[in-house]
């Protein structure tokens, strides 16, 4: 299960708290420094796991469903989550259909549709991808969009965690299918170096070995996050970050 990091929960509490009044030693009023041991291979997070994948994911990319402060599942870009009472789940439990928000925007304008989800859900199974896992979909007998805004998912057996794992807060987010489509194998694309997301944040440079650096999206569906900018450092010593802690050049760690 890849339920949430340390990092990608503390900046989702800083995000629905602001950062008004967060100051450090060298007078940072509109961003935050994170220092992290490790670099990811990729920003594209159907590559990584453990925490990589859902840092970047939580980040830059938004899922069907998360997992809220208390561990709850509530809905991201799903308009709500599907159970068998509002009638998102049928009653054989084999069938399930996520009706989705239409107000979700890929940071370069297109919307966020079915389609992507569809799209999403086959690259992760695609042998044309050198992929860590696909384990998550093995439950799923086929995806497919019902209406512009509706995904429909056939399980080959009812399973209880669908709801979480199937993009949610246990699974990977949703890509861009008009970005991606295109190519036969998503090892070697592009945007796996330069994501355009749908989430909360939009990369503005990543450094190599040093540094990535993220922006606030202004189109983000939740709304604008009130920490403008958020720098991840790599810092491959504890030694190295708690001395940079000190001296106020990073913020935080985790």
Same mark, same amino acid.
């Given at each position: 299960?890849?339920?949430?990091?340390?990092?990608?929960?503390?900046?989702?509490?800083?995000?629905?708290?602001?950062?008004?009044?967060?100051?450090?030693?060298?007078?940072?009023?509109?961003?935050?420094?994170?220092?992290?041991?490790?670099?990811?291979?990729?920003?594209?997070?159907?590559?990584?796991?453990?925490?990589?994948?859902?840092?970047?994911?939580?980040?830059?990319?938004?899922?069907?469903?998360?997992?809220?402060?208390?561990?709850?599942?509530?809905?991201?870009?799903?308009?709500?989550?599907?159970?068998? $009472?509002?009638?998102? #789940?049928?009653?054989?439990?084999? /069938? *399930?259909?996520?009706?989705? @928000?239409? &107000?979700? +925007?890929?940071?370069?304008?297109?919307?966020?549709?079915?389609?992507?989800?569809?799209?999403?859900?086959?690259?992760?199974?695609?042998?044309?991808?050198?992929?860590?896992?696909?384990?998550?979909?093995?439950?799923?007998?086929?995806?497919?969009?019902?209406?512009?805004?509706?995904?429909?998912?056939?399980?080959?057996?009812?399973?209880?965690?669908?709801?979480?794992?199937?993009?949610?807060?246990?699974?990977?987010?949703?890509?861009?299918?008009?970005?991606?489509?295109?190519?036969?194998?998503?090892?070697?694309?592009?945007? $796996?170096?330069?994501? #355009?997301?749908?989430?909360?944040? /939009? *990369?503005?440079?990543?450094? @190599?070995? &040093?540094? +990535?650096?993220?922006?606030?999206?202004?189109?983000?569906?939740?709304?604008?996050?009130?920490?403008?900018?958020?720098?991840?450092?790599?810092?491959?010593?504890?030694?190295?970050?708690?001395?940079?802690?000190?001296?106020?050049?990073?913020?935080?760690?985790?």
């Amino acid at each position: 299960m890849m339920r949430r990091s340390a990092l990608s929960s503390a900046i989702a509490a800083l995000l629905l708290a602001g950062c008004g009044n967060h100051q450090t030693a060298q007078n940072r009023t509109d961003g935050l420094i994170v220092a992290r041991l490790s670099e990811p291979i990729s920003l594209n997070p159907l590559y990584l796991q453990g925490p990589d994948a859902k840092d970047i994911g939580d980040l830059l990319y938004s899922s069907l469903t998360r997992y809220d402060s208390n561990e709850q599942v509530v809905p991201d870009i799903a308009a709500a989550v599907p159970t068998t $009472n509002n009638g998102g #789940i049928s009653r054989d439990g084999k /069938r *399930v259909v996520f009706r989705l @928000r239409r &107000d979700v +925007l890929w940071q370069d304008g297109y919307a966020l549709t079915a389609d992507d989800v569809v799209f999403t859900h086959r690259a992760s199974i695609d042998a044309a991808n050198a992929l860590p896992s696909r384990s998550l979909y093995d439950p799923v007998s086929s995806v497919t969009a019902c209406s512009r805004y509706t995904v429909c998912v056939t399980l080959k057996r009812p399973y209880a965690p669908i709801v979480a794992t199937f993009f949610g807060g246990d699974g990977t987010p949703i890509l861009p299918k008009h970005l991606l489509q295109r190519y036969r194998s998503l090892d070697g694309a592009a945007v $796996n170096l330069a994501p #355009i997301g749908s989430g909360p944040y /939009r *990369v503005e440079k990543w450094i @190599r070995g &040093d540094r +990535l650096d993220l922006v606030a999206n202004g189109s983000y569906f939740r709304g604008k996050p009130k920490i403008a900018r958020i720098s991840i450092r790599f810092v491959p010593s504890h030694a190295t970050i708690l001395n940079q802690l000190r001296s106020g050049e990073i913020d935080a760690t985790f």
